[in-house]
């Protein structure tokens, strides 16, 4: 039982904490999500030479041949930052259906460029109807000469609008619930029929919603084995949702930092907020849910790796139960314990409230992680 | 990281689980898995199995005759222990004035009164809280007077667990009445057999005997029995609490309940389905068996990290004892109207409170009742979050 970092996953947090520090400033931040792809190439760069893109890829690829608990470091100090490059979207999500689901040849296309900051994907497989479930796919990929046709609608896909390659999940037999069926396609964002309308989300990131409409592509497109994609969908949607978790801590802490730092700072009554017992447990409760949290990202992390399918889902959604449930009430009793200055928007910690209580709606909420948890 | 027991711990609780399933009395794991109220005599049987076999204190260092077992070890001791229905050990002694009188007691203390508590000899209750001192430990007022080799007592404590039982009492005494109040406090053992020492039960409202008043009136006591130096004892005190926090936690415990709850929801009907199978029921249980899962992994967290409690401990008492209440709630809840049947006789003996009803119900609303008080002993769960706001956040 050691819950210990190696040496070299201290150094790779503390070069991303120096790094986030140093750089990666509220105003740079600000400044990055008003232009017009809403994040920074110039930072992205960055993080390709600092070897963050490739973490969790083999060396084979041009990856650092790290774990799932390397990627939870990493998330964590991206946390902290608040940082919105499509880490998530491109290295997580992306990247690692790629990993789990290609061919050598598709991944020594992709996972290289993917590494050295150079091509990006998104993993558009939510759809309007399908909420979290992932085996919801009504989108049709019909066999057509020695390739497919795609129709369908892609909806609230992260970061869909920057990615070079989209990883879309389309129907190729059985009904739109039917967990037989579903396969993985890359397709180009540029492909004719492809419709991205890009947007900003409430936490300060880009998602996309993505129609295709007659979309051809060729039988290389295919990811991973026809019809029993959702398997490894799965798995890299597990990988995906123990980095959320990871990155809840990072702006939970972050979050009970600046929310301590305003109870000893702020005076009313001719002393600091803090001196009230009222406001005390709360802060206490707000650090119980950190640490609750924290053991949750670690055990996500560890478990996420597993081959046992089974093992696999029971940790990751109780991790994301308990986290989803954390972050909001963190994220609550932060905007409250900061008062007026808790709601308005030059505050860094309103925004790290606004991304915790958001990263509960990505890859299922605590309600539907719970569901999961107890049905098995 | 590595979230995994070693071959080793493994192999502890391997054979932690094959010495209890081979030595456990039925009789007491029955009483145990069924809810039902324990005697003296139960705790005695099992305490005296554990410490022929050497696994009483086994916690403790080896210096001090025990195993010198890790707390990972001691955790799958006590998980195992749980599992199989055997009662919780009573923590006083063990647990509780072991520590302190191992930092902070005379070579003769320890040589005396560890050696004891170790062979199960002596059975030690916990003389702390006051009926003007509850939150406010440290304004106690039992005094204990100096005259020559012996200290005269005079005082009253309260809520003392299974005094009734008792053979030692440790007490906070105050010593000195002119100096700030924590600084006037020490730390005595007390023989609950001395002449003037009267116990008197306060019967709880699920009708249960558990806890005491305890007079002492001009209790005299060998100075020999004054732990470490007079005027320290608050420091003591503190000490000691670190490791009552740490036990409440519960999580072998809890782990069981959760199991014994959902064999309950299984039985128990609603809508002509087993309750198991209702989605608002098991979506409530899944999120308790969440909590539990981040508390026993918050625990581990903290038992590979270090081996003397601190602050931490406060958070592990907090969240160990809104799970156990939140599981008792359920039970009683999963049960519903045969939850209302009460009857002492079927709590103490077995069997069901009314005609109709199953034998494991009768005892589950009373032990939901009495499960409130974990989140009151011990430090309120309001104490806890004064002492983390002051110690770990700055506040």
Redesign the interface.
Known sequence: ??????EE?QLLRDAIARFVASEYSFAARTQAIATPRGWSERMWAQFAELGLLGVPFPEAHGGFGGTA?DVMVVLQELGRGMVVEPYLATVVLGGGVVNLAGAASQKQDILPRLAAGKWLLALAHGEPQSRYDLHDVSTTARREGGGYVLNGRKAVVLHGATADTLIVTGRTGGGQRDRQGITLFLVDAKSRGVGVTDYRTIDGLRAADVALDGVHVGAGAVLGPVDAGLPLLERAVDLGAAALCAEAVGVIEALNAAT?EY??TRQQFGQPI??F?AL??R???M??HA??S???A??A???AQSDDAAERRRAVS?AK??VGRAGRAVAKEAIQLHGGMGVTNELPAAHLAKRLTMIDFWLGDS?FH??R???G | ??????PE?QAFREAVRAFVRANLPRDIAEKVLGHRALVKDDWVRWQDLLARQGWLAGHWPKEHGGRGWTP?EHHLFDEECAAAGAPRLIPFGLNMVAPVIMQFGSPWQQEHYLSRIRENKDWWCQGYSEPGSGSDLASLKTRAERRGDRYVVNGQKTWTTLAQYADMIFCLVRTDATVKKQEGISFLLIDMHSPGVTVRPLILYDEEHEVNEVFFDDVEVPAENLVGEAGRGWTYAKFLLGYERTGITGVGASKRELQLLKEIASLQTKSGRPLAED?VF??R???V???L???E??L??V???RDKPGP?AS?LK??GTEVQQALTELMMEALGPAAAPFSRRAIEEGGPAAPFAPAYAAPLAARYFGWRKVSIYGGSN?IQ??I??QH????
């Open positions: 039982m050691d819950f210990s970092l190696s996953q608990v301590l109870l000893k803090g001196r017992q005390q447990h802060a206490v409760d650090l119980i640490e609750q924290k053991s949750m670690c055990l992390a560890v478990k109780a139960s308990l309600s719970t569901e948890f107890a049905t | 990281m590595d979230l995994t027991y070693t711990e990972v989605p098991r979506a249980l899944a999120q068996e969440i909590d899962i981040a508390l992994t918050t581990l967290r038992l590979s990290a931490e958070i907090i969240a309001e979050r004064n983390i706001a770990v956040l700055g506040l």
